[in-house]
Protein backbone atom coordinates (compact mmCIF):
# COMPACT_ATOMS: atom_id res chain seq x y z
CA UNK A 1 0.00 0.00 0.00
CA UNK A 2 3.00 2.21 0.70
CA UNK A 3 6.19 2.70 -1.21
CA UNK A 4 9.50 4.56 -0.28
CA UNK A 5 11.90 4.67 -3.58
CA UNK A 6 15.77 6.24 -2.81
CA UNK A 7 17.82 7.56 -5.18
CA UNK A 8 20.73 9.91 -5.35
CA UNK A 9 22.98 7.11 -4.65
CA UNK A 10 26.45 6.68 -6.40
CA UNK A 11 29.94 7.34 -6.26
CA UNK A 12 32.17 9.91 -4.90
CA UNK A 13 35.74 11.19 -4.42
CA UNK A 14 36.14 12.18 -0.50
CA UNK A 15 35.49 15.72 0.29
CA UNK A 16 32.87 15.70 -2.89
CA UNK A 17 28.49 15.85 -2.33
CA UNK A 18 25.79 13.64 -2.82
CA UNK A 19 22.40 14.49 -2.34
CA UNK A 20 19.66 11.36 -1.34
CA UNK A 21 16.00 11.57 -2.43
CA UNK A 22 13.44 9.44 -0.97
CA UNK A 23 9.83 9.81 -2.62
CA UNK A 24 6.55 8.47 -0.26
CA UNK A 25 3.58 6.86 -2.54
CA UNK A 26 0.21 4.80 -1.84
CA UNK A 27 -2.89 5.50 0.05
CA UNK A 28 -1.33 7.91 2.01
CA UNK A 29 -2.93 9.53 5.26
CA UNK A 30 -0.36 10.95 6.82
CA UNK A 31 3.49 10.80 7.10
CA UNK A 32 5.41 11.44 10.79
CA UNK A 33 9.07 11.36 11.22
CA UNK A 34 11.44 10.55 8.37
CA UNK A 35 14.52 8.97 8.58
CA UNK A 36 17.67 7.67 6.85
CA UNK A 37 19.35 4.63 7.99
CA UNK A 38 22.64 3.28 6.84
CA UNK A 39 24.52 -0.26 6.89
CA UNK A 40 27.90 -0.92 6.34
CA UNK A 41 29.00 -4.24 5.32
CA UNK A 42 28.97 -6.16 8.19
CA UNK A 43 27.86 -3.80 10.29
CA UNK A 44 24.38 -3.44 11.87
CA UNK A 45 22.01 -0.54 10.58
CA UNK A 46 22.75 2.64 12.01
CA UNK A 47 20.48 6.17 12.22
CA UNK A 48 22.16 9.09 10.38
CA UNK A 49 19.64 11.33 10.64
CA UNK A 50 15.36 12.82 11.46
CA UNK A 51 13.44 14.82 10.79
CA UNK A 52 9.76 15.32 12.62
CA UNK A 53 6.26 16.16 10.59
CA UNK A 54 6.71 20.05 12.25
CA UNK A 55 10.71 19.42 11.22
CA UNK A 56 12.42 18.93 13.90
CA UNK A 57 15.72 16.95 13.12
CA UNK A 58 18.01 14.94 14.62
CA UNK A 59 21.37 13.68 13.76
CA UNK A 60 24.07 11.09 14.69
CA UNK A 61 27.55 12.49 15.68
CA UNK A 62 29.44 10.98 13.14
CA UNK A 63 27.47 13.12 10.35
CA UNK A 64 26.57 17.05 12.31
CA UNK A 65 27.85 19.67 10.00
CA UNK A 66 28.08 17.60 7.15
CA UNK A 67 24.52 16.24 6.40
CA UNK A 68 21.23 18.06 6.55
CA UNK A 69 18.19 15.97 6.23
CA UNK A 70 15.25 18.27 5.00
CA UNK A 71 11.77 17.41 3.81
CA UNK A 72 9.03 18.50 1.34
CA UNK A 73 5.73 17.79 2.51
CA UNK A 74 3.34 18.48 -0.19
CA UNK A 75 5.83 15.84 -2.25
CA UNK A 76 5.89 13.25 0.30
CA UNK A 77 9.62 13.19 0.17
CA UNK A 78 12.52 13.44 1.97
CA UNK A 79 16.21 14.50 1.58
CA UNK A 80 19.58 13.41 2.76
CA UNK A 81 22.31 16.55 1.64
CA UNK A 82 25.70 14.99 2.40
CA UNK A 83 28.80 16.81 2.26
CA UNK A 84 32.42 16.51 2.88
CA UNK A 85 31.68 12.69 2.44
CA UNK A 86 34.67 10.77 3.90
CA UNK A 87 35.10 6.91 3.06
CA UNK A 88 33.89 5.77 6.21
CA UNK A 89 30.49 7.16 4.96
CA UNK A 90 30.32 4.35 2.85
CA UNK A 91 27.07 2.13 3.14
CA UNK A 92 23.50 1.65 1.85
CA UNK A 93 21.74 4.26 2.54
CA UNK A 94 17.47 3.25 3.98
CA UNK A 95 14.95 5.93 3.33
CA UNK A 96 12.09 5.51 6.65
CA UNK A 97 8.97 6.37 7.29
CA UNK A 98 6.16 6.46 10.37
CA UNK A 99 3.24 6.52 7.86
CA UNK A 100 -0.43 6.20 7.96
CA UNK A 101 -2.61 5.15 5.74
CA UNK A 102 -5.96 5.91 4.19
CA UNK A 103 -8.68 4.12 6.31
CA UNK A 104 -6.56 3.22 9.12
CA UNK A 105 -5.36 4.97 12.79
CA UNK A 106 -2.38 3.13 13.84
CA UNK A 107 0.92 4.05 11.51
CA UNK A 108 3.18 1.79 10.43
CA UNK A 109 6.39 1.30 10.01
CA UNK A 110 8.31 1.61 6.28
CA UNK A 111 11.70 1.13 4.71
CA UNK A 112 12.68 1.62 1.23
CA UNK A 113 15.11 -0.78 -1.00
CA UNK A 114 18.47 1.18 -0.06
CA UNK A 115 20.58 3.15 -2.39
CA UNK A 116 23.98 2.75 -2.40
CA UNK A 117 26.86 5.37 -1.61
CA UNK A 118 30.20 4.46 -2.07
CA UNK A 119 33.35 7.34 -0.99
CA UNK A 120 36.29 6.13 -2.71
CA UNK A 121 39.16 8.08 -4.73
Known amino acids: QVQLVESGGGLVQPGGSLRLSCAAS????????MRWYLQAPGKQRELVAG???????NYADSVKGRFTISRDNAKNTVYLQMNSLKPEDTAVYYC???????????????WGQGTQVTVSS
Open 26 to 33: GSISSIFT
Open 51 to 57: ISSGGST
Open 96 to 110: NAIIRTIGTFVPTES
